[in-house]
């Protein structure tokens, strides 16, 4: 490498902005580590804040006044986001913002997709002194919530379980919805049902696919299928239901883990498959989005109760705002099922 190149590589990583993140993995430490050894009223040891210092130092790290020990209130309640392309939840976070302007807050909106997003996630966070942060992601982004805890920002976590003890979680009852959606096709005389999930890991698929298949088994139904989706997208459903009917036993019906997958695997059995929705093949989902309820579709799904957990996520935002000795508490509110036009009378 020339010294015209090396010089301009120096130059663009002074000007870069050093994250708190880039520095916890250098020292070796949480993000968490690194917010109390910029603090002087922290708890930590000696030897721990000299490591963080001196891995700061070799970066170049200036550690961001704003996020740091400020109590006072900033009047801003994050809300994250990873989902952009899933229907369900541009009505959430409309409703979501109405909600905290009316408490005479402001909404900051961090869109999270990927690790590197993650980073500049947790940089917002600090810089901005958030007051609260409210979680809509399918997956927990960890190192957030760890930055949260080194800045006591209440989180809530929206529409997923989670085994993340000190945060609040609102959330449906997704075992129940799986429930729900096994007694609806066997109801409706269905005897081969699937279920198709949706991303790898994620409470709430996990969750649907344990409730489905224990509802399925309870009722002696012997023959049952569970196909990965790989994410709560359209084109995930349509590209899953080819895959299953490519398969020596195939459904008579399938679950799929929300609404927007269930859309696309009804398009793939008419238009692809040539099956007829519901006489051939039954078709039930999650959510019921707007898209449900069109005549394209008139979608059987379950129904979460986003009023309810809409209001519970922020009555609880605020209620640990006022008062940051509240315990954290898991809130779980009933499904509701709805039959329509995919599943047989």
Known sequence: MSKQIQD??????????????EVAEAAGVSVSAVSR????EASISLPLREKVFKAAASLNYKPNRLARGIKSRSSLVGILMTDFNNPFYLPI????????????????L??????????????????????????????LP???????????????????????????????????????AADMLLDAGYLKPAFVAGPIGTSATLDRQRGFIAR???????????????????DAGFDATLRVFQHTEKPDALFFADDIMACGGMDALRYELGFRVPEDVGVVGVDDIRLAKSRS?????????????????????????????????????PCEAVVRGSTKK
């Open 8 to 21: 301009e590589s120096t130059q663009i990583q002074k000007k870069r902005k050093v994250t708190v993140v």
């Open 37 to 40: 050894a910029f603090n002087p």
């Open 93 to 108: 976070l409309s409703r979501f913002t109405t909600e905290i302007q009316r408490r005479n807050c402001h909404s900051l």
């Open 110 to 139: 961090i869109h999270v997709d990927g690790d590197m997003d993650i980073q500049a996630a947790v940089e917002l966070v600090m810089e901005y002194n958030v007051d609260g942060l409210i979680i809509t992601s399918a997956t």
């Open 142 to 180: 960890q190192p957030l919530v760890d930055a949260c805890r080194s800045q006591n920002t209440p989180v809530v976590i929206f529409g997923r379980d989670s085994s993340e003890n000190s945060v609040t979680i609102v959330s449906c009852d997704n075992v129940l919805a799986g429930n729900m």
């Open 216 to 234: 399925l088994m309870e009722r002696g139904c012997q023959e049952w299928q569970v196909v990965e989706g790989g994410e709560f997208s359209y």
């Open 297 to 333: 579709y008139n979608l059987s799904t379950i129904r979460q109760p986003n009023e309810q957990m809409i209001q519970s996520s922020i009555d609880a935002l605020f209620e640990h705002i006022s008062d940051s000795n509240l315990p954290p508490r898991s809130i779980t509110l």
